[in-house]
């Protein structure tokens, strides 16, 4: 059992849609997103997505992309992701870290090295979107084997002949993305969500978490009635790239928490 078994077998106990915050490690420096990646859990955040820079994200739309911009302009890395990461778990022991991203830096860093290096660091899992079921030897297979989940994304195009390719390996959670395209290009709609959400229930055990297009506290607590979890990335980074405050971003994050857990 992982971080991430615990966060979802404790959720679903008290009848609780998880909720998921992203954030790019090192947007807009070091100091400031490591406050406010600390300040998660308080916020109501059950589960941390933290965003590993890279010079081309072509799953994401702009506020992601700038905010890898703005990241990789102030000088961060992957070592210093991971280092992110230690600082946080000197405070907490219990809340899951994902890593989400590219390939391409992990290739660099070397597999095993930073299978190595991440599960020191307190990563719990990984999201390595362009990695698909058929290259799971590079990756997927080796931190399974080191006791780290892999979580894989499902689409609207992800049809029941390629639904259980993308199910093999897949722990943790399985990510649904609501809508077809880039992070951030549209809003999630609840009700064309929800008989996909149930069909890939019916193929599978394991947590099925929603995100792209989430915004607003309403729109949380929609896709939390019909997931297990839901995911916010863009509206935090959008927060991010405004020059808002720790503060102000957390209180933010807060509002999107209370409305998946009212579900």
Do not use: W
């Not at 010079?55 to 000088?75: E, H, K, V």
């Not at 609501?178 to 947590?207: C, F, H, L, Q, Y």
């Amino acid at each position: 059992m992982t971080r991430i078994d615990d966060t979802f077998a404790r959720l679903k106990a008290e009848d609780k849609a998880a909720f998921v915050a992203y954030v790019m490690a090192g947007d807009p420096d070091f100091e400031t997103s490591l406050e406010v990646v600390i300040g998660l859990p308080a916020a109501g955040v059950d589960v941390i997505e933290l965003g590993m820079s890279f010079t081309d994200p072509m799953a994401d739309g702009p506020a992601i992309q700038l905010a890898g911009q703005r990241a990789l302009a102030s000088g961060m890395t992957l070592n210093k992701t991971l280092d992110m990461a230690r600082q946080f778990r000197k405070g907490n022991q219990t809340t899951p870290i994902v890593l989400m991203g590219y390939y391409n830096p992990v290739y660099s860093h070397g597999v095993d090295q930073f299978l190595v290096d991440a599960i020191a660091a307190g990563i719990d899992g990984l999201i390595i979107v362009d990695l698909p079921p058929e290259e799971d030897d590079e990756l997927c297979l080796p931190a399974n084997a080191a006791g780290m989940n892999f979580i894989r994304l499902a689409t609207p195009t992800t049809d029941d002949r390629r639904l259980p390719k993308v199910l093999q390996n897949t722990s943790g959670f399985l990510y649904y993305v609501s809508i077809n395209g880039i992070t951030g290009a549209a809003a999630a709609n609840a009700d064309m969500v929800a008989p996909e959400v149930a069909r890939i229930k019916r193929a599978t055990d394991i947590p099925v978490c929603v995100g792209f297009g989430i915004k607003t506290p309403q729109a949380a607590e929609a896709i939390g009635k019909i997931a297990d979890g839901v995911v916010v990335g863009s509206a935090i980074v959008e927060l991010m790239g405004a020059g808002k405050s720790p503060t102000e971003i957390l209180a933010f994050v807060k509002t999107l928490a209370d409305g998946a857990h009212r579900a």
